[in-house]
């Protein structure tokens, strides 16, 4: 893979991973994904933003070949997909220093073994001069981890920004010409890494409105010439605002808890909420967490087995907890067959998020005409409440 120019002195580096299928063993990649690096040229000193994941390391050297110096690596997130290759170009270099925000100093020693001689810390607001070329770095903690920042380059006005705004794609695309397909990558991607640290995403995209950027170009998937598009992006799904929709992550072992779902979907639909369902033994896990993005009520589908819910549906419950779920709302429907803890078990297991517990369903068995009904008085009190929500954030929006 050869380096790519993006305008005079400034070149794409970096590695397409087209066969990554799970990010952080977690997440399904359908598309892959990308280690962006890019190589800032300037009239007297040289510089490389961001480095690839250690297995790509090859890659990188061999795009550096012909590049005899270097006198800066910044690393912008300490994450191994961006800093794995760290060590390699530093040998390669060995005039060169390592730059990087305060709080990632230790997190490059402790994880690479980086001699601290090697390394500078550089401050929020900083200014670093390559000759015709000036960068400048800006703080922008918790995207996605605390240490993060990203580093604008003044005279193109580029904003280099690593996770913040990233999608994983792997495509020959080097800019976001397919929005509608990198919306989609680009949402899977906040659902996983941005979602949980929203009113820092908020911080960070206040911050970044004072510079005038003409291009995003981040550490992973395509660049933006139209920066517009994902900060628009951003700028709703990390906003509070819920949409008219009900998401429900369910399991069945014999269909009971399945037929409660279904017939739930179906009342709401009738009453004009929308409905993403979810089967959990067979979803992708990423589709369900773009859905807690927007979601105002979450609704669990779970049988009893073994006195609580199914461990598949705890999943669910956890992964809502850590991504701190948007949903104002959350309830639970299945069927048992002599009792047991599952509401009071899940209901334990979200202390992150924000929600008000809306009258479980349960039922002895098969569901019968009681069961419907109060089904139908669940789905009816979803209606009410998301009206009073949605009218109240002023976001109806459909789903
Ligand atoms: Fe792409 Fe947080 O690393």
Request: charged share 30%; aromatic share 10%; no cysteine.
């Given at each position: 893979m050869k380096t790519r120019e993006i305008t005079n002195g400034v070149n794409w580096l970096g590695a397409i991973d087209?066969?990554?299928?799970?990010f952080d063993s977690l997440?399904?990649?359908?598309?892959g994904t990308s280690y962006n690096a890019y190589l800032i040229e300037g009239s007297e000193k040289t510089a490389l933003i961001d480095t690839v994941d250690p297995p790509m390391t090859d890659t990188l050297m061999g795009q550096l070949e012909?590049?005899?110096?270097?006198d800066y690596v910044i690393s912008?997130?300490?994450?191994?997909?961006?800093?794995?290759a760290i060590p390699a170009v530093l040998a390669k270099y060995p005039d060169a220093k390592l730059l990087c925000s305060k709080p990632a100093k230790a997190i490059l020693i402790e994880s690479l073994?980086?001699?601290?001689?090697?390394m500078r810390v550089v401050e929020d607001g900083e200014r670093l001069s390559l000759g015709d070329k000036n960068l400048q770095f800006i703080y922008t903690p918790?995207?996605?981890?605390?240490?993060t920042m990203v580093t604008y380059l003044e005279e193109n006005?580029?904003?280099?920004?690593c996770d913040f705004f990233g999608s994983h794609i792997a495509g020959s695309?080097?800019?976001?010409?397919?929005e509608g397909r990198v919306y989609e990558a680009a949402k899977r991607y906040f659902a996983e890494i941005m979602l949980p640290f929203r009113a820092q995403i908020r911080k960070n995209l206040e911050k970044l409105s004072t510079y005038d950027i003409s291009m995003i170009a981040p550490s992973h998937g395509p660049i933006y010439q139209r920066p517009k598009f994902i900060v628009d992006a951003y700028d709703k799904w990390a906003s509070d605002r819920v949409k008219n929709l009900v998401v429900v992550p369910y399991v069945s072992m014999h269909g009971s808890t399945r037929k409660m779902v279904e017939y739930l979907a179906s009342s709401l639909m009738e009453r004009g909420v929308a409905v993403q369902q979810f089967d959990l033994t067979t979803t992708d896990i990423g589709k369900l967490a773009m859905a807690l993005v927007d979601a105002a009520t979450i609704v669990i589908g779970t049988p009893t087995v073994l006195g609580g819910p199914h461990p598949t549906a705890a999943y669910a419950a956890l992964l809502a907890n850590a991504l701190r779920a948007k949903a104002k709302f959350l309830s639970v429907v299945g069927s048992y067959g002599w009792g047991g803890k599952s509401v009071e078990t899940l209901a334990g297991m979200i202390p992150k998020l924000k929600v008000e517990v809306l009258n479980p369903v349960l039922c002895k068995g098969a569901p019968n005409e009681e069961t419907r009904r109060a089904l139908d008085a669940l789905s009816a009190e979803i209606e009410k409440r998301h009206a009073g929500e949605i009218v109240s954030n002023q976001s109806r929006v459909p789903a």
């Open positions: 087209w066969d990554r299928r799970l997440i399904p990649l359908p598309d012909d590049v005899l110096r270097i912008n997130h300490a994450e191994a997909d961006h800093s794995g073994a980086i001699s601290e001689d090697r918790w995207v996605h981890w605390p240490e006005a580029i904003l280099f920004s695309d080097l800019y976001a010409t397919d």
